[in-house]
T-cell receptor, first 114, second 114 residues
Framework: QQQVKQSPQSLIVQKGGISIINCAYE??????FPWYQQFPGKGPALLIA?????SEKKEGRFTISFNKSAKQFSLHIMDSQPGDSATYFC?????????????FGEGTQLTVNP | NAGVTQTPKFRVLKTGQSMTLLCAQD?????MYWYRQDPGMGLRLIHY???????AKGEVPDGYNVSRLKKQNFLLGLESAAPSQTSVYFC?????????????FGDGTRLSIL
């Protein structure tokens, strides 16, 4: 059972455009939502994270928007660059989650064309 | 400072063979994790450890065993490899006590079972 659903599976945008990736979760005990970025041949690396006490978090060109009532959160990449081409994973965990385990979404393969 | 190192990087096995994947971290992290990554399914947790000498089952533990004899090492074993275990395996670690601590990933082991 996939507790975190991610869409779209793949995304192609032009350089300078906005990339938007969406995630939805089911477990109301989740209270920490990180995004990981993975380049080909490499392991995922933490990109940005949010807690549900805020509705938005911005770091440079990357912004997480969070809607607690809808149990949804999204990643926006402004002014997308070819170097942003990677696979992006949303994830979720919580204070009560055994071992601080992360539940990951299915992943989105982003391609930014020059 | 190497971070999380996985050995080997690639391996081809025949059905029924056994092998051990090694994960080593030099960050003095308490928690360690083994994931498998399959297309369209994100990262799924196999087993994890919250400290030396401890292990626990994740989402997809069947067919795998683990050991954490030393704090810095986390071993993943396949007793009798099956084609369904063809995947990319990632090890990760995180600092102690942190439900909101980032997980640091290795670069993966690509395993093919023929």
């Amino acid at each position: 059972q996939q507790q975190v659903k991610q869409s779209p599976q793949s995304l192609i945008v032009q350089k300078g455009g906005i990339s938007i990736i969406n995630c939805a979760y089911e477990n109301t005990a989740f209270d920490y939502f990180p995004w990981y970025q993975q380049f080909p041949g490499k392991g995922p690396a933490l990109l940005i994270a949010i807690r549900p006490d805020v509705s938005e978090k911005k770091e440079g060109r990357f912004t997480i928007s969070f809607n607690k009532s809808a149990k949804q959160f999204s990643l926006h990449i402004m002014d997308s660059q070819p170097g942003d081409s990677a696979t992006y994973f949303c994830a979720a965990t919580g204070k009560e989650t055994s071992g601080s385990r992360l539940t990951f979404g299915e992943g989105t393969q982003l391609t930014v064309n020059p | 400072n190497a971070g999380v190192t996985q050995t080997p990087k690639f391996r081809v096995l025949k059905t029924g063979q056994s092998m051990t994947l090694l994960c080593a971290q030099d960050m003095n992290h308490e928690y360690m994790y083994w994931y498998r990554q399959d297309p369209g399914m994100g990262l799924r947790l196999i087993h994890y450890s919250v400290g030396e000498g401890t292990t626990a089952k994740g989402e997809v533990p069947d067919g795998y065993n683990v050991s954490r004899l030393k704090k810095q090492n986390f071993l993943l074993g396949l007793e009798s490899a099956a084609p369904s275990q063809t995947s990319v395996y990632f090890c990760a670690s995180s600092y102690t006590g942190g439900w909101n601590q980032p997980q640091h990933f290795g670069d993966g082991t690509r395993l093919s079972i023929l």
